[in-house]
Every structure is written in C-alpha cells, then in structure tokens.
C-alpha cells in the first residue's frame, strides 16, 4: 500500500512502518487522541529510525454529526490526505469512548479511500464491532467482509469499485 492510515497509533504503527520498509514504499500516517501517548509512539518510530515512513498525529476526539447522530473521532482539521487510502487500520477509539466508538472510521474517511482499498476493523469478537461492520456494509456500497478468527478477532473488510477517490 501507498498509504496506510491508522486510527490509534503504538507497536502496530512500528510493525506498518518496518513492512512498508521491507516493501520499499509507502507511508503510515497515524491519529492517537491522547497526546501522551502520541508522543511514546513518535519517540517509538524515532528510535527506530522510521520518521521518513511513519507519521504519529495528535488528533483528540471531537464532535462528528453523521445521520442525526453526534459522535466522537478523531480530529481531521490538520491532516492533509493526498493520495487514496489503501490500506485503513481501525483500532480507536477505545471502546469506552461511546457506544460503537469506531463506527465513524468510514462516515470520516470512505471518501478518501482508494477504489480497491482494505479496511481492518480489530477487536471483532466484541458485539460493538460486528454491529459496526453491519451498519458499514449497509451504508456503503461495494464492501465484502470477513472475519478473522484471531484472539480478539477482526474483520477485513474489501472496498471494491470503479468509483474514483476524492
């Protein structure tokens, strides 16, 4: 993937990074609410040396209205997408933000994703999470998903179109 966007940030951030490196392209961008652990996150990607791969941005939860509904997400005021998505990690906001706390990942970013892109919805045993990709699947057109039968399970979930990304 060129680019690789990640709702939360910490030891998956690193792990996207070195595989991007081993791939010889691509960039990770990631969104962490919590400065403080934005921050232990850069310092990981500094000391690894993969600052030019990975970026860590501080993003704290703000207001989002989709569908009549207000929600929490990460604040997207300073990030600049300019390339598609192609790969888009969603594991934040943590659970006990809201109910469905994830459930805006694709309201906020289906836009920019690519035609082709891959989402990955972590924690997918959890009740929230299945309802999540419920309610994506009806809302958005062109998606197939599967569950991946993990410790804590996640869904990979294909977008697949010939819309072009904005």
Not at 65 to 90: C, H, K, M, S
Request: aromatic residues 8%.
């Amino acid at each position: 993937p060129a680019l690789v966007m990640e709702a939360s940030s910490g030891v998956s951030t690193l792990v996207i990074a070195y595989c991007l490196k081993q791939l010889g392209a691509g960039k990770v961008v990631s969104l962490e609410h919590d400065a403080k652990y934005a921050e232990i996150s850069r310092q990981l990607i500094r000391l690894h040396g993969l600052e030019d791969i990975a970026t860590v941005l501080h993003a704290p939860l703000t207001a989002f209205e989709n569908r009549d509904q207000t929600w929490l997400w990460y604040d997207t005021a300073g990030l600049t997408i300019e390339q598609p998505i192609d790969l888009l990690v969603v594991d934040g906001p943590p659970a006990s933000v809201q109910r469905l706390a994830r459930y805006p990942a694709l309201p906020v970013l289906y836009r920019h994703l690519n035609r082709q892109s891959t989402v990955i919805l972590d924690d997918g045993r959890r009740a929230d999470e299945k309802k999540i990709v419920a309610l994506w699947e009806k809302e958005f057109g062109h998606l197939s998903s599967e569950f991946l039968e993990l410790e804590k399970g996640a869904f990979v979930i294909h977008k697949h179109d010939d819309a072009v990304a904005a």
